[in-house]
């Protein structure tokens, strides 16, 4: 089973492959650069003069260790935590040594040998520090707490109005009320379910589905779903509770508050390496629960951010008569 | 205690097996209180049309309807000649469960069992809805004003959905809300409306409110025109609303922006 225990922004040794670790050491050492430039150049106006001169420099050697630490990343996983980071630091430091002469050799570099090695070694070593603080502050456990936290979060307005329709079902229709019991406590299940498992997104559909059957019972006609779900996407893996909060507050939103109902759209396709969910609802009247709503995309967007770091994304937009919901997910293969 | 005639109730919810629930639980209890449910409806106008036709001795309301809430329907049913009383239904809202409780408001949470509903039978028939509590619980609980205004017209109680008055204008006692068929009596105050719709309404004069997106334009009024400092078009009908001196810089800033 796929977990939040093995993603990449969770381990202290970072996942060179993964974007955001990316665009963070590109940042750290572009900055370091900037100050270096800084301490040398005289004045403000050879500042920039100082730090391309650098950068023709630093830039090679960084693409460079970027791309071998990458090859490599499965590898140094395995090792212990220390002597992963220790095999870092002298590979980069060979990088940093082999270029130092090479560019000696064709007369591009001045300065002493070891000067650039240890410039390298305390460059790497600082973004070690920082990526090893900033895997504890997200450490597993506090991460999977977190995420408890904001996964249990089903409305208690859809529980007691479900329960209520399924009380009036019980003399009448037996039969009927069993089924949406059957369905209220799978919902339930799923949602006290580990939230660092990922489930399959057939799972997810199933109970998005459910859910809209139990929403059904008490609007009736009011409510109706156009689901167009990519069939080669099914087994793709995706954080529990994706889908079934928004499809709540598309309903919450934008069925429940109009006389006459609407539609909820639900789009699931596959683009190349990216998932693509689409949800879209009517909007009614000027009185918009705008707070309600931040809420849970703001919930859905933190708990997007722990599993996949800067690598997922969640947009909304607000039409005339239309509120639409996008994420997009890398399609995460199962590790391991 | 009710009489021997069994107590009038009227249904109200947008979820039909909602109805059907409390529908079931006034049977189970008609032993012990007798009941005849007179009607359903699927929110407050509903209701309110209803209750135009047919008496009830209490209605039994659901909170948050499309259309007119539970709360806006108390307020309105106040108005009546021989209004019902009301008892709220609800599964789970914060706000309203917190203002009821403090203004001593009767109401059941769904799912509702039907020993606490023969109990509030017990107690609310016969109590007059208050028309001002609930218009201020209803604004505190939605935080916004009203979906539509009521008056009273040979003996009937008019709807007028806030969104088609073009604007609000004060005569000596009364308030007239004009839309673009007629004009309507109300039973207000100007600055009550001012404070209930400040998004919808722009105050233009001592006596005027114009709804904004009412407002076509403006003109100068003639130099010495002692009741207008200016005029203000509107569409969709043809007459002018003055507006006063100290008005008048606010509410051309309002058709530039």
């Not at chain 1, 406590?185 to 559909?205: N, T």
């Not at chain 1, 629960?289 to 951010?305: C, K, S, T, V």
């Not at chain 2, 709220?88 to 069992?113: C, G, H, I, S």
């Not at chain 2, 709807?159 to 839309?179: I, N, S």
Request: aromatic letters at 6%; hydrophobic letters at 45%.
């Amino acid at each position: 089973m796929t977990s939040i225990r093995h993603f990449p922004a969770t381990h202290p040794l970072p996942d060179w492959r993964n974007f955001g670790v990316m665009l963070r050491v590109l940042l750290g050492v572009n900055v370091l650069a900037a100050l270096g430039a800084l301490v040398q150049a005289p004045d403000l106006l050879n500042w920039w003069e100082r730090f391309m001169d650098l950068a023709s420099i630093v830039e090679p050697l960084l693409l460079l260790c970027l791309g071998v630490l990458s090859l490599l990343r499965d590898g140094l996983w395995r090792l212990r935590l220390r002597h992963g980071q220790a095999c870092v630091l002298a590979l980069t430091a060979l990088m940093a040594g082999s270029m130092h002469a090479y560019a000696a050799s064709l007369n591009l570099v001045d300065g002493a040998f070891s000067r650039s090695i240890l410039l390298t070694l305390a460059t790497t070593g600082l973004l070690l520090g920082y990526f090893e603080l900033r895997s504890r502050a997200f450490s597993p456990a506090q991460a999977e707490a977190r995420l408890a936290a904001l996964n249990a979060r089903i409305r208690p307005h859809f529980l007691f109005n479900s329960l209520n329709a399924v009380l009036s079902l019980i003399r009448a229709q037996p039969q009927q009320a069993e089924a949406a019991l059957e369905s209220l406590s799978d919902l339930f299940r799923a949602a006290m379910r580990d939230p660092a498992e990922l489930v399959s997104l057939a799972d997810e559909v199933a109970l998005g589905r459910q859910y809209l059957e139990l929403e059904q019972l008490r609007l009736g006609e009011r409510l109706s779903a156009d689901w167009q779900v990519d069939e080669a996407a099914l087994g793709l893996p995706i954080p529990p509770l994706m889908l079934q909060p928004l499809l709540e507050n598309a309903v919450y939103h934008g069925v429940e508050p109009s006389a006459t109902g609407g539609v909820v759209g639900v789009q699931i396709r596959r683009r190349g390496e990216e998932l693509h969910v689409r949800i879209t609802n009517p909007t009614v009247g000027q009185r918009a629960h705008a707070a309600g709503n931040h809420m849970a995309l703001a919930n859905i967007r933190e708990r997007l951010a722990l599993y996949y770091d800067l690598e997922a994304r969640l947009e909304t937009e607000a039409g005339d008569n239309s509120y639409e919901v996008r994420i997009v997910l890398p399609c995460q293969r199962k590790i391991r | 205690m009710p009489t021997q005639n069994p107590l009038k109730i009227l249904l109200v919810d947008d979820e039909p097996p909602a109805r059907e629930r409390l529908r079931t639980l006034l049977g189970d209890i008609a032993g012990q209180c007798p009941v005849e449910v007179v009607g359903e409806a699927a929110n407050g106008v509903q209701a309110l049309e209803f209750l135009q036709q047919a008496l009830a001795d209490v209605v039994l309301s659901d909170i948050r309807m499309p259309g007119m809430d539970g709360i806006e329907l108390a307020s309105h049913l106040g108005r009546l000649d021989r209004p019902p009383a009301v008892i709220f239904t609800t599964a789970y809202d914060n706000y309203a469960v917190q203002a009821f409780d403090l203004n001593a408001v009767d109401y059941l949470m769904k799912p509702v069992r039907a020993q606490r509903l023969l109990a509030a039978l017990q107690k609310v028939s016969g109590q007059r809805p208050d028309s001002a509590l609930f218009a201020g619980i209803g604004q505190a609980v939605r935080g916004g004003g009203r979906t539509h205004l009521s008056c009273h017209e040979r003996g009937r109680l008019l709807l007028v959905p806030v969104v088609e008055v073009l604007y609000f204008k004060a005569d000596l006692k009364y308030v007239t809300a004009r839309t673009v068929e007629r004009e309507y009596l109300l039973d207000e105050s100007l600055t009550h409306l001012e404070e209930e719709f400040p998004e919808r309404f722009l105050r233009l004069h001592r006596a005027v409110l114009v709804a904004r997106p009412a407002l076509a334009g403006f003109e100068k009024a003639a130099g010495d025109d002692a009741e207008a400092y200016g005029w203000a078009l509107l569409r969709g009908v043809s007459e002018k609303l003055p507006v006063s001196r100290r008005q008048w810089a606010a509410a051309r800033a309002e058709l530039t922006a």
